[in-house]
């Protein structure tokens, strides 16, 4: 069902590799001055680009990167913010084009752009709506997912921010309310939103319908929030998020797949504890998914869950080094995948879960440019994009990256 | 052989010192110190205000003129040791703070000078504005706020 003819692509993403590494150096020479617009900084521009290369023994993770297709992972974002004299009233975007195998072209796309209004703003407290395409607030990471600088590995721990499911997670199309409250040394952050979630990608349609249908995704009003407690200027950070996620499958003229409603509800766990050397982090979810109105064939329910243990180490303050246990399951009724298996043999048990043992250092060259590497070792392949192996799948499995990154 | 419990009295207590140590130690024994344009007209901070500055989360003061926060590269001597004195955080954990703001269009980033003495007349020529410099190099027109 799905076309692919690899050799004239391979030849396309290697121009636009270069074309990407020429816009990097351009922007590395440049340097960030060409950017001091303002003296009062009402505008600001900032952005990043990021290339990987990636090795793997066996299975593709972004392009072919089991033969010799390893720079298939490229992340440009610019974006822009503004204020008004009275600093209540803030607008906001980012435009970013991504690559990522087989399953994210390189199209630019608004990742958000919203309008911000500061209702109250005290020393101890603050209130505020945002309205337009806002960042879904998941987890510790999801927000910044895409720039570098902020992850604190190449990949974001798979189990839990998937990155085959990125548009779909990133950010949503409603409303957002949001405050702050402080007491002496603690600090208390919440979001509360409605929104649209965004389902215009064919592989969010192959991970939740498992292959690319003639229909289509459509997305309905959808809630999602977070509360974040922080502690003595971040020394230890703990959040609590949730989305419930309500998508409809609207089917094409002749289909397999009637129409029906797919409801995706993850809860997120985070905790974080920092120090000058120290940095232990550590995020639990369960994912809860229910198919409704389908046919009995396909309506189902089940719940998977995930979580990784992190500790990075400052060598200096330029220099990391970071080891991190991550794992997940698709269904927690069926660790191992050998009941799924089963009762669907061309899907080996192996594909219903990972576990994945990463080491990982990163140099910060200057303060705008980044150099990173790691090192994964993988029992499954739960969190494998599907449209980057078609071919069937290694349990076991590694893979090498190393990443370079510039921002302004 | 127990330790007698004065000895475990007298180890508790020099511990409970230590540990409160950089506390009391923080800030006016820093050389450095929080100042800003005196239109702002506000003598003391408290800490987790002036972290809320810092942050970048505070939009307004009280007379309604917008916060402009200046700051000085992350890799500078005189940054990491305000940072660390007088706010009682880690340049990292300042950084984290602005970069989650910038790239999730939350909010903005401080704005970078080139030295103290840049610091000083930008701070000086910006109602609003507020940021740190060496105590000994404080003038007549900008104001210090203490943190109380």
Known sequence: MIMSSKSPLINRSCRLTMLRLALLAGMVLSGPAALALDSSNLLQLHGFASQSFITTSDNNFFGETSSNDNFGFTELGLNGSTTTTSSRLRLAGQLLLRRAGESDNGRAR???????????????????????????????????????????????????????????????????????RRWNSDELQWQLGAAAPRVDNKEIEVALLRTDLPGGLEANTSFLGRVLWEHNGGEVRLALSTIQANISYAPGAIDPVPAGDITFEP???????????????SEYALRH????????????????????????????????????????VVDRSDRNGEQYATLNPSTPAHRRYAKDLTLGTGYTITPSLLLRGE???????????????LQPTTRGWDMLSVLISYRF | MN????????????????????????????????????????????????RTIFGMRLQYWNNKLPVRVYVLADNQPAHIKFSKEVLGMFPYQLRWAWDRLVFSGTGQAPIQVASEEEMLARIAATPGAIGYIKRSLINDHVIEISIN
């Open chain 1, 289 to 328: 998914f229910k198919y409704a109105n389908f046919s009995p064939a396909i309506n189902t329910s089940l719940t998977g869950d995930s979580y990784y243990l992190q500790g990075s180490y400052r060598l200096s303050s330029r220099h990391d080094i970071f080891a991190r246990y991550d794992t997940t």
């Open chain 1, 110 to 180: 608004l990742d958000y752009g919203l309008i911000d209004y500061t209702m109250l703003t005290t020393d101890n407290q603050r209130l505020g709506v945002r309205a337009g395409r806002i960042l879904n607030p998941l987890g510790f990471y999801n927000e910044t997912r895409d720039m570098a600088f902020t992850r604190p590995s190449i990949l974001l721990p798979q189990s839990i921010y998937f990155d085959r499911t990125r548009d779909l997670a990133i950010s949503s199309d409603g409303f957002q309310l949001y405050g702050e």
């Open chain 2, 3 to 50: 330790p007698p419990p004065k000895i475990i009295g007298a180890v508790l207590a020099s511990l409970i010192v230590l540990l409160c140590l950089p506390l009391i130690a923080r800030a006016d024994s820093s050389e450095y110190a929080i100042i800003a344009n005196p239109q702002i007209n506000i003598k003391q901070v408290s800490l987790s205000t002036a």
């Open chain 1, 375 to 389: 090192w994964h070792h993988v029992d499954g392949t739960a969190w494998l994009p599907a449209l980057d192996n």
């Open chain 1, 267 to 281: 809860t997120i766990v985070s905790a974080q504890y920092n120090s000058e050397s120290w940095s232990l982090t």
